[in-house]
Each structure stands twice: as structure tokens, then as C-alpha cells.
């Protein structure tokens, strides 16, 4: 089985770095993680499944550009 792009064995495809990113950023800053319940005030409500979903996805979508050297203008 030839590899993507004339790609030398052991080559990462970019998409597949950026998953890795993801994980690494989702896993540090707990993006798309349920909130846990804590006694005391709470300022923020518990997001749905769908919202976690979207967040990732947007994550992924940043990470892949990261990855392509497209990464966007500051905000």
C-alpha cells in the first residue's frame, strides 16, 4: 500500500496531528467536558451533548489549520 502524498514511511498526515493536538488541548483545558456539579454558586449552566460536539469540532477545525500553517489572524 503506497502512502498518502509520496509520503516516506513513518510520515503523520496532518489530520492526523491535528487529532492529536485536539486531544492534547481537550484534555488540558477541558473543552467538551461535562461540568461537574459543585456546592456553592455556578456561574455557568451545564452545557448539552450537542454544544460539547460543536466545540470540539471547532477545536478540530483550529488545530488543522494550525497544522497546515494557516492558522488564523489574531481575534
Known amino acids: 500500500m503506497d502512502a498518502p502524498n509520496g509520503a516516506a514511511f513513518g510520515a503523520r498526515r496532518n ?5 492529536d493536538l485536539l ?7 477541558g473543552t467538551g467536558r461535562a ?9 455557568a449552566s451545564t452545557a448539552k451533548p450537542e454544544e460539547h460536539v460543536n466545540q470540539l469540532l471547532e477545536l478540530y ?12 489572524a489574531a481575534r
Do not use: H, N, P, Q
Open 15 to 19: 489530520e492526523d496531528i491535528a487529532l
Open 23 to 29: 486531544k492534547f488541548v481537550a484534555s488540558t483545558t
Open 35 to 43: 461540568a461537574v456539579a459543585s456546592t456553592g454558586f455556578s456561574g
Open 61 to 72: 477545525g483550529r488545530c488543522l489549520k494550525a497544522v497546515e500553517g494557516k492558522a488564523e
